[in-house]
């Protein structure tokens, strides 16, 4: 039926190949920075959380600078910062409009994280108001196109 | 200091940083190079950006030291209530009706969340 079809043209087949590779390179660059933002914040969690250290007499700003030095909660914040790297490499490569709704997902990593790595039950009407939020984030886009500035 | 009340200082503090961070950077023609940012790092509004993230950081930290992970991360999408408020006010922006629309749909979401604790 096509005119163009790859056994007559084979050259086409590279074409779609290397499109593919690079559509692929976005793909897994959005997809690692919402991985990567998710277990950014639940290694946070995971350095300032639990009795040791959480010292309740100290000054806001004395227990704040203590959080900043917890290994896990560095390493959150570099991982952190890693996936908003990745980010902004595919930013570059597809509109913000169409990437930006993705950003809803890390709702859902975020909070499965806290099922699995820290225990905690997430009940029926938690994920009802998880879901709604991120239809509400991925409508903000709809507006988008009205923006001029 | 409450946990709930780090959070909800967090997210204002936040919000103010990305009002910061768009009155220093708004006007500023990034293609000029490392000129343009060097004056990014001499602007006021930038340092004022810096510093109000680290400070909502660090109030995220307290918060979340006690509180479920999976309760308070949606609840930071209040921030984009905040945003669009403090731009009205602060920016001058307008703020179409179909975004409040995605915002009030955000809301219903949080105050399911804040319900289910």
């Known amino acids: 039926m096509s005119t163009n079809s790859i056994v007559e043209k084979p050259e086409l087949l590279l074409q779609a190949s290397t499109a593919v590779k690079k559509s692929a390179l976005w793909q897994w660059a959005a997809l690692g920075a919402i991985l990567l933002g998710s277990f950014g914040h639940l290694l946070i969690k995971l350095g300032v959380t639990g009795g040791a250290h959480n010292i309740g007499g100290e000054s806001l700003v004395a227990r704040i600078g203590h959080y900043f030095l917890q290994p896990a909660a560095l390493a959150g914040l570099a991982i952190y910062g890693a996936g908003t790297l990745l980010w902004i490499y595919a930013v570059s490569q597809r509109n913000i409009s169409f990437l930006y709704p993705l950003t809803a997902l890390t709702y859902v990593t975020v909070a499965l994280g806290g099922k699995f790595m820290f225990g905690e039950t997430i009940s029926a009407e938690r994920w009802l108001g998880i879901g709604v939020v991120m239809i509400g984030v991925a409508m903000l886009q709809f507006s988008a196109k009205e923006d001029r500035s | ?117």
Do not use: D
Request: aromatic residues 12%; proline residues 3%; charged residues 5%.
């Open chain 2, 1 to 117: 200091m409450n946990p709930l009340t780090a959070l909800w200082l967090s997210i204002v503090l936040g919000a103010c940083a990305q009002i910061f961070l768009k009155r220093g950077v708004g006007h500023q023609q990034l293609a000029g190079g490392a000129h343009s940012y060097l004056t990014l790092v001499r602007s006021g509004w930038v340092w004022a950006w810096g510093i109000c993230f680290l400070f909502a950081t660090g109030l995220w930290m307290v918060a979340i030291s006690t509180m479920q992970v999976s309760y308070a991360f949606p609840l930071l999408s209040v921030g984009y209530l905040v945003v669009a408020v403090l731009s009205i006010v602060f920016l001058k922006e307008r703020v179409p009706a179909s975004r409040w629309v995605a915002i009030a749909v955000i809301a219903v979401g949080v105050a399911l969340i804040f319900r289910s604790q």
